[in-house]
């Protein structure tokens, strides 16, 4: 079945640190590829998202690369803030069938002055 | 309404006990969806509505876990003779499809069910 794996947490960074969540994905055919954020005390918000091979999404400074080759949806960020402090949830969804969404385990960074 | 809202945010109950979530998705939503997070853990997916019809039921862990929709609005969760292994937050949420490849899903902050 579908699965996506994300790197463990919590990644520790100072404030305008370079930052990379790794995040791959197991699907059968094309599905489309998420990053979703939950911040402290917050529900769960999507920050980008791409629908296809080659696609970047981007929002906030954060970008992340459909790389079909390496089955790799990683997210960058080149200089993070402490309000960048949040759980990453990396997504993906089957272009066929019902839409649900599998997750991955989630990634906690932490941002410090 | 603004976003979708879930209803209590949390719940402590005993071990036995029945317990209802509620999920109020967007306005104009027709698909919504459960989900559930436990520590430490992904989200896992429990069950899509499309309208109130529930076409992938697929994700739901035991018979005791049922859910309902009234039309393109509410929807409640019920688990009945809860488990300690069903403490978890459980997320509801919705989009304007579920069938277009475009249907970002938008969710609720969610309801901490702590089971006793």
């Known amino acids: 079945g579908n699965s996506v794996t994300q790197m463990e947490g919590p990644v520790t960074l100072s404030e305008e640190a370079f930052l990379t969540i790794n995040c791959t994905y197991t699907?059968?055919?094309?599905?489309?590829l998420f990053w979703y954020v939950q911040y402290p005390g917050e529900g769960l918000q999507l920050l980008l998202k791409?629908?296809?091979?080659?696609d970047k999404g981007s929002n906030k400074g954060f970008e992340a690369t459909y790389r079909k080759e390496t089955t790799s949806f990683h997210l960058e960020k080149g200089s993070v803030q402490v309000s960048d402090s949040a759980v990453y949830f990396c997504?993906?969804?089957?272009?066929?069938?019902?839409?649900?969404?599998?997750f991955g385990t989630g990634t906690r960074l932490l941002v410090s002055p | 309404g603004a976003g979708v809202s879930q209803s209590p945010s949390n719940k402590v109950t005993e071990k036995g006990k029945d317990v209802e979530l509620r999920c109020d998705p967007i306005?104009?939503?027709?698909?919504l969806y459960w989900y559930r997070q436990r520590l430490g853990q992904g989200l896992e997916f429990l069950i899509y509505?499309?309208?109130?019809?529930?076409?992938?039921k697929s994700g739901l862990p035991s018979d005791r876990f049922s859910a309902e929709r009234t039309g393109e609005s509410v929807s409640t969760l019920t688990i009945q003779r809860t488990q300690q292994e069903d403490s978890a937050v459980y997320l509801c949420?919705?989009?304007?499809?579920?069938?277009?490849?475009?249907?970002?899903?938008?969710f609720g902050p969610g309801t901490r069910l702590t089971v006793l």
């Open positions: 949420a919705s989009s304007s499809t579920g069938t277009s490849f475009s249907g970002t899903q938008y």
């Open positions: 509505f499309q309208g109130n019809s529930a076409p992938d």
């Open positions: 306005s104009g939503h027709t698909a």
């Open positions: 699907a059968t055919g094309y599905p489309s």
């Open positions: 997504a993906l969804r089957a272009n066929t069938g019902f839409q649900k969404l599998v």
């Open positions: 791409a629908t296809k091979a080659d």
